[in-house]
């Protein structure tokens, strides 16, 4: 057996020194490569039906307004398929991380391969 034993007052202090390199390649390559647009596209029915909820209102069509709105709160403001918005995360808590990925499933197998590669190649090599 080797390494901090669990519970050791040390073992996070070591964790967090180990895993400073799986956060720095995190920030710096797979972050800039995955995360595309600021945000996502704007949802084309939900734009028409805001339109004419504010036309509506502007005429003084109180009935309507409040129909077109009711609507309005069943649709997402976003596209959800938008096909150029790609968004990854991530958290490290200790030596736990969790990286959650909003995408193509090809592009989430991408990163499951470069943070494989980065864990066997690099950190598996710092090994004492």
Do not use: W
């Amino acid at each position: 057996m080797s390494g901090a034993p669990q519970g050791a007052g040390v073992s996070p202090v070591l964790s967090n020194l180990y895993l400073d390199r799986l956060d720095k390649f995190v920030e710096h390559e797979l972050l800039p490569r995955f995360n595309t647009s600021l945000q996502r596209k704007y949802n084309r029915h939900y734009k028409a039906l805001q339109h004419r909820m504010l036309s509506s209102k502007r005429r003084g069509d109180i009935p309507s307004y409040r129909t077109f709105r009711k609507q309005l709160q069943q649709v997402p403001a976003y596209d959800r398929h938008d096909p150029d918005f790609r968004r990854l995360r991530y958290a490290r808590y200790c030596d736990d991380f969790l990286l959650g990925f909003l995408g193509p499933k090809e592009e989430a197998e991408q990163i499951k391969t470069a943070l494989k590669q980065f864990l066997a190649e690099t950190l598996h090599s710092l090994r004492v």
